[in-house]
């Protein structure tokens, strides 16, 4: 912004106020901007424009999460979850329309890749949130005693990566989605709010920890190398032992001081007692939590959800060997919104292309 503004023969101060008025106050009229000067505006509406994603549906869950369809072009469209609790407000965001890594029990994964999303694709979803959820008295406030005045009103507390699409494969978008969702002049969210999801691109992680460390969470499902190829294939790229070193790597550098697995649960595939013994083994004297997901079916996957008393089970041997392990509450069931279920039947599936190509091209 600050280079654009200076194209403009602006001084770099104003590229603040931009940011304060589009990502503060949610203002999208360039005339509305008082406190730039008349010609800077006229030049600005001549030259720039907020440009929002079209919204293709919008649904409400019995529980109060809410998710939206936007559309991103040519047939594709990206799924974005909002998530009230008592204390927080959480925006679940894409990073890419679709997914290349094709994991067998994730559906975005099932559809085959896209495109990646720009930064301005990605920082829209969270613009839209904010700004929409503004207006809505049902919303939960954000409780932060430290914001300024600017920020009383915010809604969303919390961002995750947890929407269609792998953040790493789309970095330096992420990157600097990354960096305005942080900055004061924008949405000034804390590190330790914002998370990156990843299924273990392993150089990024490293890439990530001195660019902009923010909250880490990994997709493991899996307690070996035999299991997690069948089940999340960019493993065969990067199997467990580099996958941990690099978790084991990014935790002096993380704003919470453990690293956050991901282990989806799936009947008589990875929820037997020897895996849970299996994962104590594996994670033994990293920091971390484990958070069991129970798996949201679909038809294509062929896989089942394990039975609550499994997961129970699984926890319980977990947390015998003094391991952090909790079993995420499922939310918005009724309008599918739940993790892995970010798919629109509007999403083109003739763009589907093989994980195998793809990644390579990427990393
Ligand atoms: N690509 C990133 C982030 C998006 S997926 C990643 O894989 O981490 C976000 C989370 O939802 C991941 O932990 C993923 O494994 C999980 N998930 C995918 N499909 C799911 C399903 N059908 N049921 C439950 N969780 C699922
Ligand atoms: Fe992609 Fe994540 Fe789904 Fe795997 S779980 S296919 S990495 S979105």
Redesign the pocket.
């Given at each position: 912004m600050a280079a654009y503004v200076a194209g403009l023969q602006e001084k770099p101060f104003r590229a603040q106020q931009l940011l304060q008025w589009v990502h503060q106050r949610g203002i999208t009229d360039i005339a509305q901007m008082s406190d730039l000067a008349k010609t800077f505006r006229r030049v600005l509406a001549d030259h720039a424009g907020v440009i929002t994603l079209p919204v293709i549906q919008d649904q409400k869950a019995s529980d109060g999460t809410r998710k939206w369809l936007l559309d991103v072009g040519a047939g594709n469209a990206i799924e974005m979850v909002y998530i009230p609790e008592d204390d927080r407000g959480t925006l679940c965001i894409s990073s890419q329309a679709g997914?290349a890594?094709n994991?067998r029990?994730?559906?975005?994964?099932h559809q085959g890749f896209a495109r990646n999303l720009t930064s301005g694709e990605i920082i829209s979803q969270l613009w839209f949130a904010e700004h929409h959820l503004r207006n809505d008295p049902t919303a939960v406030r954000r409780l932060d005693t430290e914001a300024d005045a600017e920020h009383v009103n915010r809604v969303i507390s919390n961002v995750v990566?947890?929407?269609?699409?792998?953040?790493f494969l789309n970095y330096d978008a992420v990157l600097t989605a990354l960096r305005l969702m942080l900055d004061d002049h924008a949405y000034g969210l804390s590190r330790r709010r914002v998370t990156v999801?990843?299924?273990g691109v392993v150089p990024m992680i490293d890439r990530l920890a001195q660019d902009c460390p923010v909250a880490l969470?990994?997709?493991l499902?899996a307690p070996n190398d035999a299991l997690r190829n069948d089940l999340v294939p960019l493993n065969l790229k990067y199997p467990l032992k580099e996958l941990i070193a690099a978790c084991d790597r990014y935790l002096p550098f993380a704003p919470r001081d453990f690293i956050t697995f991901?282990y989806?649960m799936l009947d008589g595939v990875n929820d037997q007692d020897g895996h849970a013994q299996e994962l104590i083994q594996l994670l033994r004297g990293l920091k971390c939590k484990l958070n069991l997901?129970?798996?949201?079916?679909?038809p294509e996957?062929g896989l089942k959800r394990s039975s609550p008393e499994r997961v129970k089970r699984f926890a319980a041997i977990l947390q015998d060997a003094q391991m952090v392990a909790t079993v995420r509450k499922t939310r918005g069931d009724d309008i599918a919104a739940?993790?892995?279920?970010l798919a629109g039947d509007v999403i083109d599936r003739t763009s589907r292309v093989k994980w195998v190509d793809k990644v390579d091209k990427q990393v």
């Open positions: 997914c890594v994991c029990f994730c559906s975005t994964g990566f947890m929407g269609m699409g792998e953040p999801s990843t299924s969470a990994v997709s499902h991901e989806c997901i129970p798996f949201n079916p679909f996957s739940a993790c892995g279920q």
